[in-house]
């Protein structure tokens, strides 16, 4: 309950600090030496929070379906890409983590790279690798752009997960260790007894945060590759209509937000049994 509060606190403090700003603000921006620190405050940059609201109830076109039902297919279409894209790249945060702990030559040489690999601009990168996956196939299945998109959104989601899991795996005691060496446990069920169990608590919030960057991924990979259905390309699309109606582009862009919620509140309801089955585990020790 103090959870739901809070968040319904942050929503309340964000609507009135948004309209108290358009309230209040210069209607041209706020200019300190010659550069603009705080955005315009007219309705053309920063429509009326109630005005969005009413545009997801608005049909798109004329005669067409309302806002939300277009933006609802796009956000589920790209919740499909995102999926994919995380459960990728946890994958491979999840095994560089554990080749990482394993082998302390492959930490010394490849954690600069991961570390590296996130300063690359992501703009830059999605059309090298719809570029590279041209004419790529998988067996019998040619390569769709969605697939594309799937690796930008995994390339994202994999350093989360690979660092917070690597730290997990080093975090467990040298008196644990040493006590599953005196019971002959080799480095696989030490791996599964102890250091995979000690991990959960960095596991989840990097997992979380890999959601996050996955759906960044997946939006940037969509409008980069021109990929069409997703709620990317619809913020391109509505953008373009920002002149004439402002509040339909935030109908997209709050779908965006909204996706990325739903991508971490999923993450979230995953660590609660496993958590609590720790905890349980913890106290039953003692």
């Known amino acids: 309950m103090r959870r739901l509060l809070a968040a319904l606190a942050g929503l309340a403090g964000f609507v009135l600090l948004w309209e108290g700003y358009k309230l209040v603000g210069n209607p041209e921006g706020t200019v300190l030496f010659g550069t603009r620190v705080l955005p315009r405050a007219d309705d053309l940059s920063m429509p009326h929070l109630l005005d969005v609201a009413r545009r997801l109830g608005r049909p798109e076109l004329a005669g067409g379906d309302p806002v939300w039902q277009v933006v609802l297919r796009a956000c ?19 095994l560089l983590a554990v080749a990482m702990q394993r082998f302390r030559i492959v930490e010394r040489g490849l954690l600069p790279y ?34 594309t998109v799937s690796v930008i959104a995994a390339y994202l989601a994999f350093f989360p997960v690979a660092v917070g899991m690597l730290r997990g795996l080093q975090s467990t005691s040298a008196a644990g260790v040493e006590l599953m060496r005196s019971y002959a446990a080799g480095w696989w069920r030490t791996l599964v007894l102890l250091r995979l169990p000690a991990a959960l608590p960095y596991l989840f919030p990097a997992l979380r945060l890999a959601g996050a960057a996955a759906v960044v991924g997946a939006v940037v990979g969509e409008i980069s590759t021109g990929t069409r ?57 003692l």
């Open 114 to 147: 991961v570390i590296l690999s996130q300063t690359v601009p992501l703009v830059a990168l999605a059309p090298l690798v719809a570029g590279w996956s041209g004419n790529l196939s998988l067996g019998p299945w040619p390569w769709r752009d969605w697939m």
């Open 229 to 285: 259905g997703g709620i990317g390309r619809l913020v391109i699309e509505y953008s373009r209509e920002a002149t004439s109606d402002p509040a339909k582009v935030y109908t997209a862009m709050l779908g965006a937000a909204l996706l990325g919620l739903l991508v971490a509140a999923a993450v979230s309801l995953l660590e609660r049994p496993l958590m609590r089955h720790r905890r349980h585990v913890e106290v039953a020790t």
């Open 76 to 94: 589920v279409f790209t919740l499909g890409i995102t999926a994919a894209g995380f459960a990728l790249g946890a994958v491979v945060g999840l």
